[in-house]
């Protein structure tokens, strides 16, 4: 077991009865002098001899000290996370990212470690699905982690237990409410985004991320050959490649869905155009590009759609529709047409006002995309489409598939361009809100200049100009003075000492642009 439950047990114990009561059931469990690391890994005989130990020492049954212990950990874990949570987050939020954020970390430190897993499903903005799975049998413990973080966000959250594994489930399931107090219903953000765009009149189209339904895909789209040779079919881009020369899957539907073109492919997923049968509308659909996809890659990359499906907010494209076919998921967006900021740099200098402006909406979308417990990791000017007036803005492509098998080789899995990706996920850590800030400096960074800030494919070449990144003067053009030091301090390599307050980034905007307008 990870040292840092070890250590939250020792803690209970000594916060609760005292050094001489740990001191005693160290002894009685046969580990007298036992020194405990929150970074060491321990033999689960031990963990569940200190138990039991305790549980004749303080005479309690084990399942009732589980679940007291858990309520103590959860708080407790939240001060392990520190740092990485977004200040926003409260317990569903939190729940959904223990997986994917805080335990990659956990192994990150200890390649040995063996945390339990731990996914929270979300049904409603009040309502969660966790699921837990672990061969210790430590649901009561699950249990309590779950109430002490809610307790320490200080919600009222009921939690019912639905299946168990020591009842020979496959895992345990428990089902999470948010109580409301009289007149405390969530508001939610909405957006009228207005008809979706389509298409040919344009000369440049880019999409976004996915979606999710429960409906059943049409009868037409049974089994169908996801990767046609080279030579075969009439379809545009059938037998395309991606830059490691794999064949990217081409289906002739999804659902009710038709396809009809690959408009994008990146390292982990790829993109089509096709159409919506029912709502005769144009889309953009999203899926894996692998060849073997297994429920650890498709079921987090399905849950983070429903997420974003959940989100409505006019600096983020819009995610319509959900879907699995033959074990491979997929998503549907709206279809957008104009030019991506990466265009619209090249074309010429952005002015400061729409430089400003163009910031200020991007960041927006960002803070929206946090607020709901997920975190974008591939921001970047081609993954930011704009009107051809550039007058709005959307945030495309979410990294979705990205960091979610955390045993494959992470140089190979990192989702976007290396000058836009935080040093810490450079160097193995996963995403969290901080990273996105950086990789939005970034951007902010190319708007205002011109240029990239970190322009090279070699990993270690990008880190080491990350750690001595100096501006010069002449980079900057007609860069007011707060807004280069507010750039620069989003772009700290350093996570903890980057600048990640989005109240404090949209104050700084909002003067430049009132004086501006003057």
């Known amino acids: 077991m990870h040292g840092s439950i070890c250590c939250i047990v020792k803690k209970f114990v000594e916060t609760n009865h005292g050094s001489e009561a740990w001191e005693a059931m160290l002894e009685h469990a046969g580990y007298k002098g036992l020194v405990l690391s929150p970074i060491g890994t321990y033999p689960d005989e031990a963990v569940f001899a200190l138990l039991g130990a305790g549980c004749e020492l303080l005479q309690v049954e084990l399942e009732d000290l589980l679940r007291v212990l858990g309520r103590f950990a959860g708080p407790e874990l939240i001060g392990f996370a520190g740092t990485m949570l977004h200040p926003d987050w409260k317990t569903f939020e939190l729940l959904s990212n223990v997986e994917s954020l805080i335990h990659r970390t956990i192994r990150m430190q200890n390649p040995t470690a063996q945390p339990a897993n731990i996914q929270a499903f979300r049904l409603s903005d009040d309502e969660a699905q966790i699921v837990y799975s672990s061969r210790r049998g430590l649901c009561a413990l699950a249990h309590g982690i779950i109430e002490g973080i809610a307790d320490f966000y200080q919600e009222d959250i009921s939690i019912r237990e639905v299946t168990c594994a020591k009842q020979g489930h496959p895992f ?63 379809r545009v881009g059938a037998g395309t490649r ?38 005769n509308r144009v889309v953009a659909i999203k899926t894996l590009k692998s060849v073997k996809i297994g429920r650890e890659l498709a079921d987090p990359f399905i849950e983070e759609a429903r997420a974003m499906a959940r989100l409505s907010h006019e600096n983020v494209v ?37 430089g400003t402006e163009l910031f200020k909406k991007i960041l927006q979308g960002v ?17 930011i489409m704009l009107s051809l007036d550039s007058r709005k803005c959307h945030l495309l492509d979410f990294g979705l598939a ?5 045993k494959r080789d992470v140089s190979k899995r990192l989702s976007g361009t290396p000058g836009f990706i935080a040093p810490e996920r450079l160097r193995g850590y996963p995403a969290d809100y901080k990273s996105d800030y950086f990789s939005l400096g970034c951007v902010a960074y190319e708007i205002f200049s011109g240029r990239r800030a970190f322009d090279s494919d070699s990993t ?28 620069v301090c989003m772009m700290e390599s350093d996570a903890n000492a980057r ?20």
């Open 318 to 354: 819009r995610v319509y529709d959900v879907g699995e076919i033959d074990g491979r998921p997929f998503f549907v967006m709206e279809y957008l047409t104009g030019q991506s900021l990466s265009k619209r740099i090249r074309k010429g200098q952005v002015s400061l006002q729409l």
């Open 242 to 279: 991606d830059s490691n020369k794999n064949v990217v899957p081409f289906p002739k539907r999804l659902g009710r869905y038709a396809v009809h073109e690959i408009i994008g492919v990146g390292g982990m997923g790829v993109v089509y155009r096709g159409s919506d049968d029912v709502l």
């Open 367 to 383: 803070h929206a995309v946090h607020k709901i417990g997920l975190v974008h990791r591939d921001i970047k000017p081609d993954n």
């Open 460 to 487: 270690q070449t990008v880190i080491s100009s990350m750690q001595r990144f100096e501006p010069k003067e002449e980079d900057w053009r007609d860069t007011p003075e707060p807004l280069r030091k507010l750039i």
């Open 402 to 406: 990205d960091e979610l098998c955390v």
């Open 499 to 518: 600048m990640t307050d989005y109240e404090t980034i949209s104050r700084v905007l909002d003067t430049m642009l009132s004086q501006l307008s003057k």
């Open 172 to 234: 345990c399931t428990f089902e999470a409410k948010r109580v409301a107090l009289d007149g405390d219903s969530p508001q939610v953000e909405s957006v009228d985004l207005g008809a979706t765009a389509t298409a040919e009149s344009f000369d440049e189209t880019f999409v976004a991320s996915d979606s999710v339904s429960d409906s059943n895909p049409a009868s037409d789209s049974g089994s169908f050959d996801w990767f046609p040779s080279n030579t075969g079919g009439s």
